[in-house]
Nanobody
């Protein structure tokens, strides 16, 4: 399953962006999906995840209350709504499809990854 992440860009602190993850050639509606990010010089970190039916949503502590992960009714598009963005949110954001129907913060459970989209938050 080839995933495509899009929607990144440059935004001022306090602003919002919505990232989209889609799989143009194949469905991932039965799989959990996770969002991860990587900043220069840092390890990739888990951001948010969602299960196959839109439940099982989980977030890393630093984005709770600001980010919301969701998926459309067909399950083939997953969104990450990011509000009140901070400069420390600056990173390349990746989406990934899980081997299971559930989301997880463990990147080893994901077997298909998108190419990433850059989010830059200016202060």
């Amino acid at each position: 399953v080839q995933l495509q992440a899009s929607g990144g860009g440059l935004v001022q602190a306090g602003g919002s962006l919505r990232l989209t993850c889609a799989a143009p050639r194949r469905t991932f509606s039965n799989n959990g999906v996770g969002w991860f990010r990587q900043s220069p010089g840092k390890e990739r970190e888990f951001v948010a995840g969602i299960g196959w039916r839109g439940g099982n949503t989980i977030y890393t502590d630093s984005v709770k209350g600001r980010f919301t992960v969701s998926r459309d009714i067909y399950g083939n598009t997953v969104y990450l709504q990011m509000n009140n963005l901070k400069p420390e949110d600056t990173a390349i954001y990746y989406c990934a499809s899980s081997r299971s129907a559930f989301s997880s913060s463990d990147d080893a459970t994901y077997n298909y990854w998108g190419q990433g989209t850059l989010v830059t938050v200016s202060s």
